[in-house]
């Protein structure tokens, strides 16, 4: 079935740029997620991408899809201690009706 | 508008019993989905439902019953309650279904259910 792969910490300074990672498996699926999650509470929708584009950015977040490889990256500039929290990658299968989540990435803010 | 409301916030179940997890949205949303929060495993999609009246199983569905008679609320029933259902329960709501509708489907979560079997 289709499986979603994530790292499972990241701790970065003040300051510097965050890279959290993601490998997906199902190649027909049409948008991909990132999800922020602060401790006690459910997931939010950082950003998205269609699947039919490189880059996109928003603000401090630049998301990369390189479909061939399969694999997604957020970058969050300047990272600050607000930051803190799980990152989760999501495909939604193309052929199912389901949103695949991943390990999540827990990443740590050091000040 | 209150998005998605999971009731209760808390749970501690003795082994063998049963339990209703209850979850409502407010947004007219057609797709609702239940999932299962484990240290190191991320989220695990136990059933969900493109409407009411239609539900179909996700990747861990054993031990977990739902129904979908209106398009509000989708609770989750566990029949039998084993320590290994201990966990935080999501619930969530989309617009859409994912996968082919090529529309954005972001998924809303409800604040979670930490349920303790013991």
């Known amino acids: 079935g289709e499986d979603v792969e994530q790292s499972l910490f990241l701790s970065v300074r003040e300051g510097d740029s965050s890279v959290i990672n993601c490998t997906y498996t199902d190649s027909s699926s049409t948008y991909l997620y990132w999800y922020k999650q602060e401790p006690g509470a459910g997931l939010q929708l950082l950003t998205y991408?269609?699947?039919?584009?490189d880059m996109k950015q928003d603000q401090r977040l630049t998301v990369l899809l390189n479909k061939k490889d399969k694999h997604l990256s957020l970058r969050i500039a300047d990272t600050q201690t607000g930051d803190s929290a799980i990152y989760f990658c999501a495909s939604e299968g193309g052929a199912t009706n389901k949103l695949i989540f991943g390990t999540g990435t827990l990443l740590a803010v050091q000040p | 508008n209150a998005g998605v409301t999971q009731t209760p916030k808390f749970q501690v179940l003795k082994t063998g019993q049963s339990m209703t997890l209850q979850c409502a949205q407010d947004?007219?949303?057609?797709?609702m989905s239940w999932y299962r929060q484990d240290p190191g495993m991320g989220l695990r999609l136990i059933h969900y439902s493109v409407g009411a009246g239609i539900t179909d199983q996700g990747e861990v569905p054993n031990g977990y019953n739902v129904s979908r008679s209106t398009t509000e609320d989708f609770p989750l029933r566990l029949l039998s309650a084993a320590p290994s259902q201990t966990s935080v329960y999501f619930c969530a709501s989309s617009a859409s279904t994912p996968g082919g509708t090529g529309r954005n489907t972001e998924a809303f979560f409800g604040q979670g259910t930490r349920l303790t079997v013991v």
């Open positions: 991408i269609f699947s039919n584009m």
């Open positions: 947004m007219n949303h057609e797709y």
